[in-house]
T-cell receptor
Framework: SAVISQKPSRDICQRGTSLTIQCQVDSQVTMMFWYRQQPGQSLTLIATANQGSEATYESGFVIDKFPISRPNLTFSTLTVSNMSPEDSSIYLC????????????FGPGTRLTVL | EDKVVQSPLSLVVHEGDTVTLNCSYEVTNFRSLLWYKQEKKAPTFLFMLTSSGIEKKSGRLSSILDKKELFSILNITATQTGDSAVYLCAVEAGGGSQGNLIFGKGTKLSVKP
């Protein structure tokens, strides 16, 4: 299994500012993903963080709004740019190991509130 | 379009009851079905199912997958207040080495003392 940590665990931000969320995995994982969960909704995949190349974004999410980095196999960042109250959500990082089980392991999440 | 549907959306039971949570899916290139328990933030992994008819069991929780009928159930016996949570079902689908997770909306379980 993989243990995933995220920082910060929560933050309250002002409209128009940006926040960078860090995700650290304790072992090398093949894939890393960023999810968002808004109240009353299921987890939504934002993008796949690709090591050494640009992230792959899902429909409705763009790089200018959610720039992602993944400089190595155990670390990734997600930036929420020019925030608005609609960005208030829990942001989760997950990692998928290159094993037969291919289970995704989730980080504890970052609860973001935009005022 | 890939989708995962959970039912019921919410459920209130009393301690000691047995509950069954349902998850049906329609996806392309099914890989696995996962159950998670979400209490506050991130969901906690419960089970991963890939083969039909093989029950996975952990304490009072058990789950089984039917790939013909495209559904899974999660059973919880002798429920306790600590079982109160949102139970998420997710299906991993897609080809190649990258799996995409499609989550259901979850079943909110409330266990009353």
């Amino acid at each position: 299994s993989a243990v995933i940590s995220q920082k910060p665990s929560r933050d309250i931000c002002q409209r128009g500012t940006s926040l960078t969320i860090q995700c650290q995995v304790d072992s090398q994982v093949t894939m890393m993903f960023w999810y968002r969960q808004q109240p009353g909704q299921s987890l939504t995949l934002i993008a796949t963080a690709n090591q050494g190349s640009e992230a792959t974004y899902e429909s409705g999410f763009v790089i200018d709004k959610f720039p992602i980095s993944r400089p190595n196999l155990t670390f990734s960042t997600l930036t929420v740019s020019n925030m608005s109250p609609e960005d208030s959500s829990i942001y989760l990082c997950s990692g998928q190991t290159a094993t037969l089980t291919d289970t995704q392991y989730f980080g504890p999440g970052t609860r973001l509130t935009v005022l | 379009e890939d989708k995962v549907v959970q039912s019921p959306l919410s459920l209130v039971v009393h301690e000691g009851d047995t509950v069954t949570l349902n998850c049906s899916y329609e996806v392309t290139n099914f890989r696995s079905l996962l159950w998670y328990k979400q209490e506050k933030k991130a969901p906690t992994f419960l089970f991963m199912l890939t083969s039909s008819g093989i029950e996975k069991k952990s304490g009072r929780l058990s789950s089984i997958l039917d790939k013909k009928e495209l559904f899974s159930i999660l059973n919880i016996t002798a429920t306790q207040t600590g079982d109160s949570a949102v139970y998420l079902c997710a299906v991993e689908a897609g080809g190649g080495s990258q799996g995409n997770l499609i989550f259901g909306k979850g079943t909110k379980l409330s266990v009353k003392p």
